[in-house]
């Protein structure tokens, strides 16, 4: 089993720029969620797709952040415009979620490091 | 330059001995409680987990005990190898999908 695939697995941009993180979860998973990691807040829960619908984006940090997932085996983070406070490790992590299941293990990917300069 | 962020706690241990990590957590309602390990370069991996209806579990070469009158959780890792260098996260269910997490642990197992 391949595991959680995300892409890049580093990203080193301008302020500005606009960037793009990908994530291919586990085959057969229908949860997807995406982390940000920081010295300063650890991991934070960003937004929460289950069957390709977003259902929690409560973490999103603002209109500047973007997810996407659409269909079961892709989803994309975007930030527009970058800003050097959004440096950052994210991670995308995937799950099955099944019915009377108050939680089921999520598998993590391996992160991509962002830096904006 | 270099940021200032937290500093995380840490815990040194001697290769062979038995290592105690230790977490609070914030909410008397969670039912659920899961212990991550996190390598560098890594993204966080399940070790351990366990449910509000009990106060003690063990898996291969880990323990997880769990007291709710004082929130608290514990991982004790036995015969801790140079592997288990990581940092250890305890999360928090928070309600079917979401996790909390903690600030996580170091720890640097010496040779």
């Known amino acids: 089993d391949a595991g959680v695939i995300q892409s890049p697995r580093h990203e080193v941009t301008e302020m500005g720029q606009e960037v793009t993180l990908r994530c291919k979860p586990i085959s057969g998973h229908n949860s997807l969620f995406w982390y940000r990691q920081t010295m300063m807040r650890g991991l934070e829960l960003l937004i929460y797709?289950?069957?390709?619908?977003?259902?929690?984006d409560s973490g999103m940090p603002e209109d500047r952040f973007s997810a996407k997932m659409p269909n079961a085996s892709f989803s994309t983070l975007k930030i527009q415009p970058s800003e050097p406070r959004d440096s950052a490790v994210y991670f995308c992590?995937?799950?099955?979620?099944?019915?009377?299941?108050?939680?089921?293990?999520?598998?993590f990917g391996p992160g991509t490091r962002l830096t904006v300069l | 330059g270099e940021s200032v962020g937290l500093h995380l706690p840490t815990l040194s241990v001697q290769e062979g001995d038995n290592s105690i990590i230790n977490c609070a957590y914030s909410n008397s309602a969670s039912d659920y409680f899961i212990w991550y390990k996190q390598e560098s370069g890594k993204g966080p991996q399940f070790i351990i987990d366990i449910r509000s209806n009990m106060d003690k579990r063990q898996g291969q070469r880990v323990t997880v005990l769990l007291n709710k009158t004082v929130k608290h959780l514990s991982l004790q890792i036995a015969a801790t190898q140079p592997g288990d260098s990581a940092v250890y996260f305890c999360?928090?269910?928070?309600?079917?999908?979401?996790?909390?997490f903690g600030a996580g642990t170091t720890v640097t197992v010496r040779a």
């Open positions: 797709f289950n069957n390709n619908v977003p259902i929690d």
């Open positions: 999360a928090e269910n928070q309600g079917d999908y979401k996790l909390s």
């Open positions: 992590a995937s799950s099955l979620r099944g019915s009377g299941f108050t939680y089921n293990e999520q598998f």
